[in-house]
């Protein structure tokens, strides 16, 4: 390394990314938000982001690229899928090191300071990760539509659905399939429309209306939140039967979803210790570190 040694977090998903620029001491020097850095949807979308991010950090550290050797860990949403992955370990980085993950993985190390634990991350996606040992164990996260049962995504496309069976008489109205028909002004087909072109944010950003409705207990917003809780219950189970002691939630829904989580489920939950940020940084700080060793073998030889 022959410039300043930094450190560089990033946590990005469906919805936006989050940066954090550190001194190898851990001193955060610049912080910096962008658009989503989902890489199943875009690998130059996402990195795009990713820079975009990084540089509010380095503008707030007063630094440029080129005064600083940055290891950095990527963590981001779509990275464990192998063929997203491996193309984007092909993308030319201005980093010194790049370490790609995903940002489960990330939350994971974060929450519990890289011991035995899990996380379920309940926002525009949803997914649980473990650590056991030091093996890792992923639980859902495939991917909208398919998948992510229980995110924000798939609230907005329940509730979506539930519209169109009220308007074709298979279902009641509610206060809230009303308010969302409304949105579409009153047009069934500019749902299906808009559904041919909307991504998991898209859907996502129906799910606070979704909370607020459930609050005043409007039946199909409480039958949403029931069933977007037993999803996660149903992840919380199967950590639990892989031997992860116990699980935090992450994400932007993780509050909302969790008063209405089984007792059994919510017996296992602790706060976590740490965010994806902090477990980015904790994975940049290990590659840091293992660079040093092997320059330090090498310089022996």
Known sequence: MAGTALLL??????????ARLTDVNGNVLGEGTAGPANIRFGIKESFAAVLQATDECLEQ????????????????AGASEPTHLAAARTYNLPFFHTH?????????????GGKNGGIIVVGTGSVGWGI???RDYRVGGWGFPVSDEGSGAWLGCEAVRRVLWAYDGRAQWTDLTKK?????????????????????????VLAPLIIEYAAREDSVATELMRGAAHHVDVIADRLAALGVPQLSLAGGLAAHVEPWLAQKTQALLVAPRGDALSGA???????????ARSQQVAGHR
């Open 100 to 112: 790609l993950t995903t940002d489960a993985h990330a939350a994971c190390i974060g929450a519990h």
């Open 61 to 76: 550290a007063g630094l440029s690229l080129e005064e600083a050797d940055i290891v950095a860990c990527l963590a981001l």
């Open 180 to 204: 969302i028909l409304e949105r579409f002004e009153g047009d069934p087909h500019a749902i299906v429309r808009w559904m041919g072109q909307a991504r998991p944010r898209d859907f996502a």
């Open 9 to 18: 977090g990033v946590d990005g998903g469906g919805t936006g990314c989050r």
């Open 132 to 134: 056991v040992a030091g």
């Open 281 to 291: 940084l904790w994975l940049a700080r290990t590659e840091a570190e293992a660079f």
